[in-house]
């Protein structure tokens, strides 16, 4: 998928829009019809493509669907390629069923599209049986709450904490059920002194729906990820987080930690692979430290330790 400038592209001048329609009745057992449309016009030609979903298995008879497994009709001959992440997709006797999403992407970066995003995923919100969503939602501030924003999951690792962030459609808002998609990562290093950090916000795979939703409301996105959330909110990502004894400490203090650990186990410097390993051991390095990372810095460190005087 090539990505076009400014007035550069072409202009989409109706739609994209969704309607009602009975589908091609394809005999497979990987997909099931939606009898959806989604429809559009350029100056030159207009555009009809059935949707469909995919199967979680052949004995599914559950009509709740997600974004990600909505497909759309191999047959009809699309105006523009694009990119899409071969896992989605469903391979047929009728030809490969691609994701609709990925179309999506697709379609605003190839055309001028004069409706957002997020006015056109209302529309198939209020058409598809999507499903009540129990996810636990972590207190956003007033200024995420009116973009349509929550919490979709916390997670930690090693040095960082990070939340997912998602954008819920009206529907969503006031039933739980409706379209609740992915847009933005909120990612935080929590410093030594016990706070969270400022945090900054990290935008995931291009090909998937969360990309123009983060284009579109990134500009009313706060500088810092940490203003997204409440006080509330900020402490419970912090209770996601493990305080390691290096969590708790400054750069600074973080070397000298390290330097001393070093003049105290000073047998290991001729063997540095040991020596990362012990330092790693006593958690001097994050989890996600490779002990190759570790070695390249020892030199300077060992060095250090020769000639620091008790």
Request: aromatic share 10%; glycine share 6%; proline share 5%.
């Amino acid at each position: 998928m090539n990505s076009k400038c400014g007035r550069g592209r072409p202009e989409l001048t109706i739609g994209p829009l969704f309607r009602r329609q009975s589908a091609p009745n394809y005999n497979s057992q990987k997909i099931r019809q939606l009898d959806v449309s989604i429809e559009m016009a350029t100056p030159e030609e207009s555009i009809v493509i059935p949707l469909f979903r995919r199967e979680i298995n052949d004995q599914d008879d559950d009509p709740y669907i997600t974004m990600s497994q909505l497909l759309i009709d191999p047959v009809v001959e699309l105006p523009f390629s694009f990119k899409y992440q071969p896992f989605f997709g469903v391979e047929t006797g009728q030809g490969t069923f691609v994701p609709f999403e990925s179309f999506l992407v697709g379609l605003y970066e190839h055309f001028r599209v004069l409706r957002s995003i997020t006015v056109v995923l209302e529309e198939l919100s209020n058409l598809v049986d999507f499903p009540k969503d129990a996810k636990h939602l972590c207190p956003l501030a007033a200024m995420g709450t009116e973009l349509g924003l929550a919490t979709m999951s916390i997670y930690s690792y090693g040095r960082t904490v990070s939340a997912e962030i998602g954008w819920r459609s009206l529907e969503h808002r006031k039933t739980g059920k409706g379209l609740f998609e992915f847009c933005c990562f909120a990612d935080f290093r929590p410093v030594a002194d016990g706070t969270l950090g400022k945090g900054k916000f990290n935008h995931g795979r291009e090909m998937r729906i969360g990309h123009l939703l983060y284009q579109q409301l990134r500009k009313r996105l706060p500088k810092h990820a940490s203003e997204l959330f409440t006080e509330e909110g900020r402490c419970e990502l912090l209770s996601h987080f493990e305080w390691t004894p290096l969590a708790r400490m400054t750069s600074e203090q973080a070397r000298h930690a390290r330097v001393k650990f070093i003049k105290e186990n000073d047998a290991l410097m001729a063997n540095p692979r040991a020596l990362a390993q012990a330092l790693k051991a006593a958690q001097l390095y994050a989890p996600s430290s490779t002990l190759w990372q570790i070695e390249r810095g020892l030199s300077a460190l060992i060095d250090e330790a020769k000639h620091t005087v008790s």
